[in-house]
């Protein structure tokens, strides 16, 4: 981002340039995974999450996308539904989401946005699903030198304070780990911690990441020691 | 990193203050899950994988850092060995490993080893586990502006380009996704690749990261149509 006065004289660029979308997967810890994974999928389908959003799959995640306007609160909608469903289908057993939540790089090795006006997106609300979760959580603002640092001046750090800060007065931040934020709450308000925070720093970073773990009904969380397993 | 002729003179950054390690958590997609990550666990403990190295368990994942010189292949080495044990203990079935790389940012939020000299790290050599993986994996430089730069001029893409290159010519990449490259090979290959280009670039930008989806035996690789699961 440049600071020039013709910045904000120029069209905010849409979301479908910024490449807005999630790459998610789901793990059910059961040997019915694959009937838990397709009910909770037919279940954020039939509910209407899907719409309007591009949803691929692969040998290893899938993909979802939206070409529309404000694509951030449908696609953490859609992921949020999915998990929550993928418990309750397995049982109330153990299920965990691994989350990357991407914009600013449409394509595996493009990035090429330059300075645009980016688009300031208001703090997304899903529903909640009454399924708590404990996640650890990281943020990466891609600066470039010189160029890419906006209001922050080009420390990466200054970003991932201020989200981390906001996480805390939120409640849902509740420690820090190596490389990692925890936070706990609700599937949905966990995932909408991390999708504000990584909205917030896309008004001011043209490229940013964040990627959760998400994980609910683990044993460990109930006491059961499994002494070094990370379940 | 500053290009001045100072930079070289200065003593190379311990390991230890680069704060390299990694975090991880194994997904066997099975009942007896528990007893599969206990087992993984104990066999690289009695393989001696988790000589010299620090393993810290919570509720999400489990951390695994070093104290000692040259930490990267002892803690590739040790993750390599749980993904392939968890998947033969679970009877070939599907596993999936989340593994994130940091060197950097020891703390959660502390980041702040300015200019130095950081260590060039060879390649590093880890044994086959003759169990095949497809991965999807990111790579993040964290660059600030005007300073983290080293020879890459400040723009994070280049030495992502310059890492998925290399991931070619090895022949783990094949196929590049949003946000993401794919890998395929050995369990040991695959993540020696990401090693590698997380290493490589960390003697340039002090603080890297990276994410890698490792699957192991999905039944999506093998036919079984999941329909728009991430199984």
Redesign the interface.
């Known amino acids: 981002m440049t600071a020039s006065p013709t910045a904000s004289t120029r069209a905010p660029v849409h979301p479908r340039d910024l ?1 807005v ?1 999630a ?9 019915r ?2 009937e838990v ?2 009910g909770a ?1 037919a279940e954020a ?1 039939e509910a209407g999450l899907a719409d309007s959003l591009v ?1 691929e ?7 979802v ?1 939206s070409v529309d306007d404000a694509p951030e609160e449908r696609i953490v909608a859609y992921v949020s539904h999915v998990l929550a469903a993928a418990h309750r289908l397995s049982g109330g057993g ?1 299920v ?1 989401g ?1 989350v ?1 939540l ?1 914009r600013g ?5 493009a ?1 090429d946005l330059g300075a645009v006006r980016l688009p300031i997106v208001a703090p997304v609300r899903v529903e909640p699903t009454g399924v708590d979760a ?3 959580w ?1 943020l ?10 906006g209001s ?6 200054v970003p ?2 201020a989200a ?1 800060a906001a996480a805390r007065r939120r409640g849902t931040a509740v420690a ?7 936070l706990r709450g609700d599937v949905a308000e966990v995932l909408a911690t991390a999708t504000d925070a990584w909205a917030g720093v896309g008004a001011e970073v043209p ?1 940013v ?1 964040t ?1 959760l ?1 998400v ?1 609910i009904g ?4 109930t006491g ?1 020691d ?6």
Request: proline share 6%; net charge negative; with cysteine.
């Open positions: 490449g979308g790459r998610f997967s789901v793990h059910p810890h059961c040997d995974f694959v994974i397709l999928l389908r949803v799959t692969d040998e290893v995640s899938t993909y996308g153990h965990v691994h990357l991407s790089c449409p394509g595996e090795a990035c404990v996640a650890q990281s990466y603002p891609l600066l470039d030198g010189g160029s890419g640092g922050h001046g080009g420390d990466h750090m991932i304070e981390i820090p780990a190596h490389y990692a934020t925890r490229h990441v990627h773990t994980s683990s044993p460990s969380a059961v499994t002494d070094g397993a990370a379940a």
